[in-house]
């Protein structure tokens, strides 16, 4: 399995940004596909995963402004973002597994990361 994130950038506060998350290679054995981020000295977090069947489990960090979406079609994962704010700022990597991506789960396919950086 591969996953290939891509879509960040430098957004100011209270902006928007897309992430997107293409799976590729043997996907028999990926059913949730989501995201993790890791900003500068903190640890890694969980912040959204979506199984093949639609169930969504979301971190502290996405709830009420992240929106994550997937695609079957084209093996792809979406993030929505919006009310950026600058804690929002981290490495944002996409991370799959047979089962389900959810807070204290440890995923066993990584993508690269995603910078995400919100400045003005």
């Known amino acids: 399995v591969q996953l290939q994130a891509s879509g960040g950038g430098l957004v100011q506060p209270g902006g928007s940004l897309r992430l997107s998350c293409a799976a590729s290679?043997?996907?028999?054995?990926?059913?949730?596909i989501g995201w993790y981020r890791q900003a500068p000295g903190k640890q890694r977090e969980f912040v959204a995963g979506v199984s093949s069947s639609g169930v969504i489990n979301y971190g502290e960090a996405a709830k009420d402004r992240f929106t994550i979406s997937r695609d079957n079609t084209r093996n792809t994962v979406y993030l929505q973002m919006n009310s950026l704010k600058p804690e929002d700022t981290a490495i944002y990597y996409c991370a799959g597994d047979p089962t389900s991506l959810r807070y204290g789960g440890s995923p066993r396919y990584w993508g690269q990361g995603t910078q995400v950086t919100v400045s003005s």
């Open positions: 290679g043997s996907l028999i054995g990926l059913n949730a």
